[in-house]
């Protein structure tokens, strides 16, 4: 079956340290997407991407960064992990098809403390 | 600039009770299209359902009904007959024709009492 993981699951880094998220998925989405939930704050958006060599930023970019190289995976990167980013991350991905009716589909989420 | 509002940040009720959750959006678009998601305390997020801007007409999946008023932009949830299991943060969110971008609200815990 199709489907979209994330990994690590948890993962716990020191301040200043280079941190990569990885998310993978194999319904073969044109779209993918990267969110961090914290309390009080549902689901907000860093960054996403519309396909290979697009990446865009969202409403908290500050700090991260993507790249897309292939179809199946945007991997997210904290350049330099600050206690500001302890969250949880999920990875989205839905399909294309220029009517924005298709629903996401989330990964699993990683917990990533910052200490 | 899109909006959801979930007032609600968090329900308890007693089992078999009836709830309701709020969504109130916000959006300048004509088309537009909104979702609500489930995530259990395992914390994975769980699609429910999508209604699009065009449709109006209330919706009913056994015990959830999801309730669409232009006219309020409200788009609200409700549980009849609660169950344990239903127990989650329920997330409204909304997205525009033509931006695949998803705006949620800040979500509704609910608890149900056993």
């Known amino acids: 079956d199709a489907e979209i993981t994330q990994s690590p699951r948890h993962k716990i880094t020191e301040t200043g340290r280079q941190v990569t998220l990885a998310c993978h998925q194999t319904w073969n989405h044109n779209n993918m997407f990267w969110y961090r939930q914290d309390l009080g704050h549902g689901l907000r958006l860093i960054h996403y991407?519309?396909?290979?060599?697009?990446?865009n930023k969202g409403e908290v970019s500050d700090g991260y960064s993507v790249s897309r190289s292939n179809t199946e995976d945007l991997p997210l990167t904290l350049e330099s992990a600050a206690s500001s980013q302890t969250s949880v991350y999920f990875c989205?991905?839905?399909?294309?098809?220029?009517?924005?009716?298709?629903?996401?589909?989330f990964g699993p989420g990683t917990r990533l403390t910052v200490l | 600039a899109q909006k959801v509002t979930q007032a609600q940040t968090e329900i308890s009720v007693v089992e078999k009770e009836d709830v309701t959750l709020d969504c109130v959006y916000e959006?300048?678009?004509?088309?537009?299209?909104l979702f609500w998601y489930k995530q259990p305390p395992s914390g994975e997020l769980v699609f429910l359902i999508r209604r699009n801007s065009f449709d109006e007409q209330n919706e009913i999946s056994g015990r959830y009904s999801w309730n669409f008023q232009k006219s309020t932009s409200s788009f609200n949830f409700t549980i009849t007959a609660s169950q344990v299991v239903d127990s989650a943060v329920y997330f409204c969110a909304l997205k525009s024709f033509g931006n695949e971008k998803l705006t949620f609200g800040t979500g509704t815990r609910l608890t149900i009492i056993p």
């Open positions: 991407s519309y396909g290979v060599q697009d990446t």
């Open positions: 989205a991905s839905s399909p294309s098809g220029g009517l924005s009716y298709n629903e996401q589909f």
């Open positions: 959006t300048r678009d004509t088309t537009y299209y």
